[in-house]
């Protein structure tokens, strides 16, 4: 074991001084209790520049400049009360597992593993396309689903809420919360790894945890966590990114040979409104919604789309099978929705599904809109619920059936 930790100090005395100042009580030299004298924040800084230097005795003006093989072995010691059942340790993420939950309780689990846990990584219900996307790409399998967590040794990654966790977990070993959330509700009177930061991502905090572990996460784990962070911050646009996100980001995606980190995040955001393996009659169906109004029926199904190009190549396909969609469902009109909304793009191209869908649409948009032969084409986009139905409504509203 001590061998190991000398061995991951060397690979992570670049990182772990820098990145996790401040996570942790004993990874930090940014402002010992002792400095009080003038020259000390020199002092520090020659410490921490050479971490392993020295004979041993410490002056009292760096008593907590510590090497990271210490602080290593100081970190890992707080897994020494935790209490076991018999069985596996499972790591599991919420109930409608996204990427950050599935990615973390995988690289969590891992992590685990190389500190000698017979740890495994659980998901709760159905992965969404992104992660299942995520998961292709880095090589590894949707971890099982745990039915009953009763009488397990559970790890909860990204949330803490008996209601959005496993079944039975009121009757569960909890041993471990690494989250991003509030406190939760889940309580336990065992002693507890507690780990929740307001970070951006629960797959940073994971990331933390291996340095402050002194084990570095192999290509493909770091290949999950960066993904995960990319995800959760959306690409650091959401406003509870920190530099912990960014840092670990940057580390993480050389780790993995990730070297364009937009290209990534647009594939995920292509995978999550992705439509592989359907029908162009399940895409339209896969969002429907129908209304009655003015004693008239009509169906809009909305499509997502990553560009323009997607979006008239769908348009078309749309076209083609509304007139028979509209007939199946018994309604008046019928309409594709088709929208690209990610980043600074808004975009909506509106296809009717025949000649008097195509009145309202012109009726209703006509002005404002491009009909490109097939779509009217609105920028920026515009919403079913708070703009296309009271707009279709208006249009029949002063149209009454004759
Ligand atoms: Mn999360």
């Known amino acids: 074991m001590s061998n190991d930790s000398s061995r991951s100090h060397k690979l992570f005395a670049a990182v772990a001084a820098f990145a996790v100042a401040g996570a942790t009580f004993f990874g930090g030299c940014s402002t010992p209790p002792a400095s009080t004298s ?20 410490q002056s009292s003006t760096d008593l907590y400049t510590i090497d990271d093989d210490l602080r290593v072995r100081i970190n890992r010691s707080e897994l020494d009360n935790l209490t ?16 950050d939950t599935v990615c973390s309780a995988i690289a969590y689990a891992d992590l685990l593993s190389k500190l000698g846990y017979d740890a495994r990584p659980v998901v709760l219900g159905d992965i969404n396309k992104e992660t299942s996307f995520i998961l292709n790409e880095a090589g590894v ?10 009488g397990a040794n559970m790890v909860l990654v990204d949330h803490g809420e008996y209601e959005q966790s496993a ?39 994971v990331w933390m945890r291996y340095v402050n572990y002194g084990v570095k996460p192999d290509a493909t784990m770091s290949r999950l966590l960066a993904s995960a962070i990319l995800s959760d911050t959306s ?35 292509k995978a999550s409104i992705s439509y592989d393996g359907m029908t162009d009659e399940q895409i339209f169906n896969n969002d ?13 199904g909305v499509v997502n789309v990553y560009d323009e190009e997607g979006a008239k190549s769908m348009a078309e396909r749309m076209k ?24 600074d793009i808004s975009v909506t191209y509106l296809v009717p599904s025949d000649d008097a869908s195509a009145e309202i649409l012109k009726a209703a948009y006509g002005d404002r809109a491009t009909f490109d032969g097939t779509s009217y ?22 149209h009454p059936q004759e």
């Open 320 to 343: 083609a099978i509304l007139p028979a969609q509209q007939q199946a469902l018994g309604m008046n009109y019928a309409f594709a929705q088709v929208s690209i909304f990610h980043d």
């Open 235 to 269: 690409n650091f646009k959401s406003k509870s990114t920190t530099t912990a996100d960014r840092e670990a980001l940057r580390v993480l995606a050389e780790a993995a040979g990730i070297d364009d980190i937009d290209t990534l995040y647009a594939n995920l955001y």
């Open 141 to 150: 399998s949707v971890p099982e689903k745990l039915e009953d967590a009763s």
């Open 167 to 205: 079944n039975g977990l009121k009757d569960a070993n909890v041993i471990s919360v690494i989250d991003h959330h509030g406190d939760g509700t889940v309580a336990t009177s065992n002693p507890i790894v507690y780990d929740a930061r307001p970070i951006g991502a629960t797959a940073t905090i």
């Open 84 to 99: 076991l059942v018999d069985g596996p340790v499972y790591v599991t993420g919420h109930a409608v597992p996204d990427a």
């Open 38 to 57: 003038s020259d000390s924040s020199s002092t520090q800084l020659a410490s921490m520049d050479s971490p392993a230097t020295g004979d041993g005795a």
């Open 377 to 398: 084409v609105l920028n920026p986009g515009i919403s079913r619920k708070k703009n296309l139905v009271p707009d279709i409504n208006a249009v029949l509203a002063s």
């Open 288 to 300: 429907l919604k129908t209304y009655n109004s003015e004693g008239r029926r009509y169906a809009i």
